[in-house]
């Protein structure tokens, strides 16, 4: 049976709200490959597959509030991570579910909230990961956002990885074992070569 995907029940959000300092502090999601910022791929990528979108950034609000989509820093100090994203995310709206992605992937393919949202109605789960054949690709999830109290108090009493918080929920891995690539993003100025060439041909 074909499942409907709940599209308008779905809020992207982009994570850009990192420090970056394996990239000298340099704000990720503004970094531009052929004439366009890396956020504005995301952007492109992630707009058809939800209903709407929201950027979490804590630096630059200017720029990234240029592209015409909200902005909304952590609601959580001191630059806790990925997870304080997402749990802004899913403080800020009002739909049921988010699904993340990083400001530095631009090889984001059409079918990524698809694939999420089967692999965690399949299962029964309230969350949907990433796994490229390797290894989680855990900022790439989609989530109920009925688990920001749980999410809130395990930041609250200090852990930061998000594999291990999801470990401790419903979860369903999301094979993408099929396309590895798309999940190349920018951790070292090295890495802006590597994309740069693949965004060529893409």
């Known amino acids: 049976m074909t499942i409907a995907i709940p599209v308008d ?16 502090g340099v704000d ?18 992630l707009q058809p597959q939800a209903g709407n979108l929201i950027i ?38 009002n739909k049921p579910y988010i699904v993340t992605a990083p400001c530095d992937s631009p090889l984001i393919p059409d079918t990524l909230v698809e694939t999420l949202y089967r692999s965690l109605d399949d299962e029964q ?15 790439f999830a989609l ?9 809130l108090a395990y930041l609250d009493e ?4 998000a594999d291990t918080w999801y470990s401790q929920q419903r979860l369903a891995i999301a094979d993408f074992s099929d396309t590895p690539d798309i999940f190349l993003n920018l951790n070292t ?4 070569e590597a994309l740069k060439n693949r965004l060529a041909g893409h």
Do not use: F
């Open 56 to 93: 979490n950034a804590n630096r630059n609000p200017e720029q990234y509030g240029s592209y015409g989509v909200p902005v909304v820093a952590d609601i959580l100090a001191d630059y806790p991570g990925p997870l304080a994203g997402i749990a802004t995310g899913m403080h800020t709206t």
């Open 158 to 161: 200090g852990g930061r990885r």
């Open 125 to 139: 789960a309230d969350i949907s990961v990433a796994h490229d054949g390797t290894r989680l690709q855990p900022v």
């Open 189 to 192: 100025p090295e890495d802006k």
């Open 28 to 45: 990720k999601g503004l970094l531009t490959l052929h004439g366009r910022t890396m956020v504005d791929y995301i952007i492109d990528a």
């Open 9 to 24: 029940d779905i809020t992207a959000v982009i994570l850009a709200g990192g420090k970056a300092r394996r990239m000298d």
């Open 143 to 151: 989530l109920r956002c009925e688990l920001l109290p749980a999410l």
